[in-house]
Nanobody, 122 residues
Framework: QVQLVESGGGLVQAGGSLRLSCAAS????????MGWFRQAPGKEREFAGR????????NYADSVKGRFTISRDSAKKTVYLQMNSLKPEDTAVYYC???????????????WGQGTQVTVSS
């Protein structure tokens, strides 16, 4: 079993910043990547960004590029999402995701966190 526990959501004014964290635990052999999706009210879940565990390379959705930064702490199996210059349209539930192996076999599994609410007021 693998668990992803997110923290750091909350209410912030437009232009402000928040930092989300997501810690992975459980039966983890190796991590391929971790990332973040978000889902605004009445909208589909959308990709926000991802970080490769092997080399730390990142990619982002155009909507957050230049404002959001993903980083990782490999020893803690934790991924962070630093969100700056927040806009009301960033309001959403943010979900952490991890793609990883649970044993030596070349099989990857994807897991999701429970989500954390981010609300940006205008």
């Amino acid at each position: 079993q693998v668990q992803l526990v997110e923290s750091g959501g909350g209410l912030v004014q437009a232009g402000g910043s928040l930092r989300l964290s997501c810690a992975a635990s459980g039966t983890i052999f190796s991590i391929d990547n971790m990332g973040w999706f978000r889902q605004a009210p009445g909208k589909e879940r959308e990709f926000a960004g991802r970080i490769s565990w092997s080399d730390g390379s990142t990619n982002y959705a155009d909507s957050v590029k230049g404002r959001f930064t993903i980083s990782r702490d490999s020893a803690k199996k934790t991924v962070y999402l630093q969100m700056n210059s927040l806009k009301p349209e960033d309001t959403a539930v943010y979900y952490c995701t991890a793609t990883l192996k649970t044993d030596w076999r070349p099989v990857l599994y994807s897991y999701w966190g429970q989500g954390t609410q981010v609300t940006v007021s205008s």
